[in-house]
């Protein structure tokens, strides 16, 4: 039987290991940090699949340093409920990661399937990151129960008190990462639309449209007082329109 410092090395490998997790976290909340809502978003997203690309990394090695570890004691591997919600929890990330990257960091995606997956990408994320947070409990419970058989675990002894404390912590740092995420008043200012004139073949329909959609952002106007302003609009860009015509 592998001794208790074998045991909790080989389980601070995997997801448990507070650099993945620190990384996991830090790419969920980085949209909801208030001191970087000046950024672009173009720069908060390559920030958000860095972090997760890194933490990727990171959990591969790990989990191929566990079956490693597994094979060399003679330890059979994924027969256990940590073993098989750590797996799930690297194919759902890997498979999180590349969506991701296909669908919001690359400019091909239309917008309409980007807006019908992300909410799916964020419910996922918290998934995710649950299931992780479930990996390392359920892992560190288990070695224990391998670790400190002989001794007794019942005991009270000063590992088990310490590995035990070591979870309320990792559960504590997960409801921390879950309350920042779930508050309103966290969630990123949407950055103002910019209003696209044409003035060489643009028509009057279009810009009336650009207006109608960046008219979204005066919230301290009423309906009536937008709708009159977009009418004045239209009829200042026809008359413009019918005197450049009548000049040419």
């Known amino acids: ?59 591969i090695i790990a989990l191929v340093a566990v079956f490693d570890f597994h094979n060399a004691m003679n ?32 400019p091909f995606a239309p917008l309409s399937l980007r807006a019908f997956l992300l909410p799916i990408h964020v419910y996922s994320g918290l998934l995710i990151f649950g299931t992780v947070i479930a990996t390392a409990l359920t892992g560190v419970t288990e070695k224990l129960f391998f670790a400190l058989t002989s001794t007794g675990y019942s005991s009270f002894l000063p590992e088990g008190i310490f590995t035990n404390t070591l979870g309320l912590l990792i559960l504590v740092f997960g409801a921390l990462i879950f309350w ?26 279009g810009v009336v449209g650009a207006l109608a959609v960046n008219s979204d952002n005066h919230g301290d106007k009423s309906d009536l007082e937008l709708n009159s302003e977009v009418a004045a609009r239209k009829r200042n860009f026809t008359l413009e329109d019918a005197g450049q015509r009548s000049t040419m």
Not at 42 to 51: C, D, F, P, R
Not at 82 to 105: E, K, N, T
Not at 184 to 202: A, H
Request: charged share 10%; hydrophobic share 50%.
């Open 75 to 106: 330890i059979p591997n994924m027969y256990s409920l940590h073993s098989w919600i750590g797996l799930a929890a690297v194919v759902l990330y890997i498979l999180q990661l590349l969506l991701g990257f296909l669908v919001f960091l690359l």
């Open 180 to 205: 920042i995420v779930t508050r309103p008043q966290w969630k990123r200012p949407k950055e103002p639309n910019s209003v696209l004139l044409q003035p060489n073949g643009g028509s009057a329909e």
């Open 1 to 59: 039987m592998p001794s208790l410092s074998n045991s909790l090395s080989c389980v601070d490998f995997c997801f448990k290991s507070p650099s993945v997790r620190f990384l996991l976290s830090l790419a969920i909340i980085v949209y909801r940090l208030p001191w970087t809502w000046k950024c672009s978003k173009l720069l908060m997203k390559s920030i958000h699949a860095g972090l997760n690309a890194v933490a990727a990394i990171l959990a």
